[in-house]
């Protein structure tokens, strides 16, 4: 989707600063110098064109007693969209990213609690037939960022 | 009963349930969510408020693909940092306006990084770029990038479900 000034404007500024008020979508607008209507029409473009993906709040999983790791695994090359498939299917996996390495299919995965993250992964051994699944969970945080900034 | 248990209540659970379908495109998104949990638009916003000043919520804003911004490259860089050098090394390299994610994560047999970031770009001589001047900012040198071929999986997490 191509982007114009004011959409990227507008992208900029709900990534950071989203209004808690009653009519956020209008201070959006006053900020910008647009309607209301309009950003309201921009952002439902932008979203159905797939480049918003959500508004509103993204939560801190460790803040909400869940438990969570960044897996790695190493998997045939023909086995991957199968393997792929089976690890997708838990709902605690949320991003898994094929990448070039030997150790090639890295996700992420929370759980309500150790005993269940651990239960998953056994889970996915047990159907992948891939014993080695090398868990990798953060010990130190120096910077998740999520805001991509748009010029 | 666990610890979160005793930190949100049943309450909180809903609505967090709630926010998790994201704001709606109405005039009033707040009134609109704080109808269905019945309660009113101020407690809604209050509630959210107090999410955010106690780390709950770690943003609240819109969520965005990259790739269809134009990101379209996404290296893993893994880096193997003296142990005592990597709450610095960490620090140093999530100053770069360019690393999205900097995490310390443990070495496993046959895996000797411990330092984690992520890096998107337009290409990929631009993540090695930034590479290579991340090892210089901080002299780190056995390092590895590992380029994302395809996204299989991406969804935001549906907690209390």
């Known amino acids: 989707m191509r982007l114009d000034k004011i959409d990227r404007k507008l992208l900029n500024l709900v990534q950071e600063k989203f209004p808690l008020l009653s009519e956020p979508y209008r201070k959006l607008g006053e900020i910008i110098g647009i309607s209301e209507g309009e950003v309201l029409a921009r952002l439902k473009q932008m979203q159905d064109e797939g480049v918003i993906r959500r508004l509103g709040a993204v939560f801190e999983s460790r803040k909400l007693g869940y438990s969570g790791t960044l897996c790695a695994m190493r998997v045939e090359p023909d086995r991957v969209d199968e393997v792929a498939a089976i690890i997708n299917s838990f709902p605690g996996v949320t991003h898994n990213y094929l990448r070039e390495h030997q150790i090639n299919i890295w996700f992420t995965v929370l759980a309500g609690s150790e005993d269940e993250l651990g239960e998953i992964l056994n889970l996915m051994r047990e159907k992948t037939g891939i014993r080695e699944i090398m868990e990798l969970p953060a010990e130190e945080v120096f910077k998740i960022k999520v805001n991509f900034s748009l010029s | ?161």
């Open chain 2, 1 to 161: 009963m666990n610890e979160v248990d005793k930190i949100l209540t049943e309450q909180d659970k809903k609505i967090i349930r709630a926010l998790q379908n994201g704001l709606p495109l109405v005039t009033r998104p707040y009134q609109s969510i704080a109808e269905e949990l019945e309660m009113t638009e101020d407690e809604l916003v209050e509630k959210i408020r107090s999410f955010i000043t106690d780390g709950k919520i770690r943003r609240f804003g819109a969520t965005v693909r990259h790739f269809e911004l134009g990101f379209v490259a996404n290296a893993m860089v893994v880096w193997d940092v003296p142990e005592e050098k990597v709450s610095e090394t960490g620090r140093i390299m999530a100053g770069f306006k360019e690393v999205t994610h900097c995490y310390r994560r443990p070495r496993r047999p046959g895996w000797p990084y411990n330092l984690f970031t992520v890096v998107h770009g337009q290409s990929r001589e631009y993540c090695a770029g930034i590479a290579k001047r991340l090892s210089r900012a901080t002299g780190v040198t056995n390092y590895s990038l590992l380029y994302s071929t395809a996204e299989l999986k991406k969804s935001s997490m549906r907690y209390f479900e």
